[in-house]
C-alpha cells in the first residue's frame, strides 16, 4: 500500500536553531516527492519536488533531500515566519498524491 | 505563484442545502483533484479527473459529486449538505510534463452546515 508518513508530528524551535524534518514513504513507482507548506486556514503551498535518489533542492533557509525509501526537510537558521505545517507527498503511477499527516512547525522568537 | 481558484472562500448553509463549490484554473493542466481536510488533520482524496469528462471517486468515500466539462473548471456539489459535511475542500491541478508533476492548490473553500 502506497503511505507516507512524516516525523515528528511538531517541532519547537528557537530562532537560529536549525533542525530537519523526515518523510519516509513506500509507493509503487515513484513519478516524484513533493514538498509543501500550509499555514492556517489556506491551501498547501508548493516548495519542491525529487524525483531520484541524491537529488537536492534549496530555497532560501530550506534545503531538500531525497533517498530510496526517504526524504529529508533541512531547515537552517530558522526564523519566526518560517512557522507553519510541512506536507510531504508522493505521486503514485496512477498520478493520484499521497500527502502525509505534516509536521507543525514553531518558530519561537 | 499557481492560478488557481477556489469560491467562495467561507461558507455558511443551513442542512438539506444544495451547494457548488467552484474551483478554475488558469494553466491549462489536464489533471485536477478535490481534497477535503479537517483542522490540523491530512488531506484525503475525494475525487479526480484526468480530463475533460473524466472523474473518479478518491480513496475517501464521499456523498459529493464532481463534473468536468471543461478544462478549467471542476466543481464540486453537494446535493443535500449536512453537519457531517463541515470541513475545508480544497482543489487542485497538475500537468504531468517533463520535469513538471507537482500539484498547486487553491486557497480552499471553509464549509460550515448548521
Known amino acids: 500500500e502506497d503511505q507516507v508518513t512524516q516525523s515528528p508530528e511538531a517541532l519547537r524551535l528557537q530562532e537560529g536553531e536549525s533542525s530537519s524534518l523526515n518523510c519516509s514513504y513506500t509507493v509503487s513507482g515513484l513519478r516524484g516527492l513533493f514538498w509543501y507548506r500550509q499555514d492556517p486556514g489556506k491551501g498547501p503551498e508548493f516548495l519542491f519536488t525529487l524525483y531520484s535518489a541524491g537529488e537536492e533542492k534549496e530555497k532560501e533557509r530550506l534545503k531538500a533531500t531525497l533517498t530510496k525509501k526517504e526524504s529529508f526537510l533541512h531547515i537552517t537558521a530558522p526564523k519566526p515566519e518560517d512557522s507553519a505545517t510541512y506536507l510531504c507527498?508522493?505521486?503514485?503511477?496512477?498520478?493520484?498524491?499521497?500527502f502525509g499527516t505534516g509536521t507543525r512547525l514553531k518558530v519561537l522568537a | 505563484e499557481a492560478d488557481i481558484y477556489q469560491t467562495p472562500r467561507y461558507l455558511v448553509i443551513g442542512t438539506g442545502k444544495k451547494i457548488t463549490l467552484e474551483c478554475s484554473q488558469t494553466m491549462g493542466h489536464d489533471k485536477m483533484y478535490w481534497y477535503q481536510q479537517d483542522p490540523g488533520m491530512e488531506l484525503h482524496l475525494i475525487h479526480y479527473s484526468y480530463g475533460v469528462n473524466s472523474t473518479e471517486k478518491g480513496d475517501l468515500s464521499s456523498e459529493s459529486t464532481v463534473s468536468r466539462i471543461r478544462t478549467e473548471h471542476f466543481p464540486l456539489t453537494l446535493e443535500s449538505a449536512r453537519p457531517s459535511h463541515t470541513s475545508q475542500y480544497l482543489c487542485?491541478?497538475?500537468?504531468?510534463?517533463?520535469?513538471?508533476?507537482?500539484?498547486?492548490f487553491g486557497q480552499g473553500t471553509r464549509l460550515t452546515v448548521v
Open positions: 487542485a491541478s497538475s500537468e504531468q510534463g517533463r520535469g513538471h508533476t507537482e500539484a498547486f
Open positions: 507527498a508522493v505521486q503514485a503511477p496512477n498520478y493520484k498524491y499521497i
